[in-house]
């Protein structure tokens, strides 16, 4: 259990629709991140956020849209849903700052979105 | 800007024998580290090892190593004795030690172990 905690685990929605996945990160961890793995791809870098404050951007479509929260969970906001948004959406968080560069991202087990 | 090559979509090992996935990367940044995850086909993502860009030894965990040359820019992950249990998607990733801090991930090796 990498302490990360995404919810929920499977998503079937419509084309259009608008759905919200959530995380909560590991006890202590500052920074939240989202990537989208499609299909047999690599992990796409979407956007991080460290203390409540987006620190960067990656490819997040401008129809996605992220915050995290004083208590620190983070929430992934999809919209105007595509065939091609169906992909395995990870959290990671990780402890941040100059020293931090030797510690791990820990992943949550990820939110499988499909849609139909 | 960062990046992180895989140039090896799928490999096949015999079961017991090593195989050696590679991983090169590119950054200006002098600090920053190297990270391997293993993702079964259950799907969740499992860090195996760290190489720091100062360290001087090459990082081992286990069955795992990590061979870093760093003139090259290269992080070859070395699994010995492979298991069956090590059929999976293997990803090489990069965090540098300023900006963001955000992790950059490699398009991954899948491997395949025979019995």
């Known amino acids: 259990d990498s302490g990360v905690t995404q919810t929920p685990k499977h998503l079937i929605t419509a084309t259009g629709q608008r759905v919200t996945l959530r995380c909560s990160p590991r006890?202590?961890?500052?920074?939240v991140y989202w990537y989208q793995q499609s299909l047999d791809q690599g992990l796409q870098f979407l956007i991080q956020?460290?203390?409540?404050?987006?620190?960067a951007k990656g490819n997040i479509l401008e129809r996605f849209s992220a915050q995290q929260f004083p208590d620190l969970h983070s929430e992934l906001n999809l919209s105007s849903l595509e065939l091609g948004d169906s992909a395995l959406y990870f959290c990671?968080?990780?402890?941040?700052?100059?020293?931090?560069?030797?510690?791990?991202?820990?992943f949550g087990q990820g939110t499988r979105l499909t849609v139909v | 800007a960062q990046k992180i090559t895989q140039t090896q979509p799928g490999m096949f090992v015999q079961e017991k024998e090593a195989v050696t996935l590679d991983c090169t990367y590119d950054?200006?940044?002098?600090?920053?580290?190297l990270f391997w995850y293993k993702q079964p086909s259950s799907g969740e993502m499992i860090f195996l090892i760290y190489?720091?860009?100062?360290?001087?030894q090459n990082a081992t965990e286990g069955r795992y190593s990590l061979n870093f040359q760093k003139a090259r820019k290269s992080a070859n992950l070395v699994i010995s004795a492979s298991q069956l249990g090590d059929s999976a998607m293997y990803f090489c990733?990069?965090?540098?030690?300023?900006?963001?801090?955000?992790?950059?991930f490699g398009t991954g090796t899948r491997l395949k172990v025979l019995a």
């Open positions: 990733a990069m965090r540098e030690g300023s900006g963001t801090y955000k992790y950059i």
């Open positions: 950054t200006s940044d002098p600090s920053y580290g």
């Open positions: 956020y460290y203390n409540g404050e987006e620190r």
């Open positions: 190489q720091g860009s100062y360290d001087q």
């Open positions: 006890s202590g961890d500052l920074s």
């Open positions: 990671a968080s990780s402890a941040q700052g100059a020293g931090g560069i030797n510690t791990e991202a820990f």
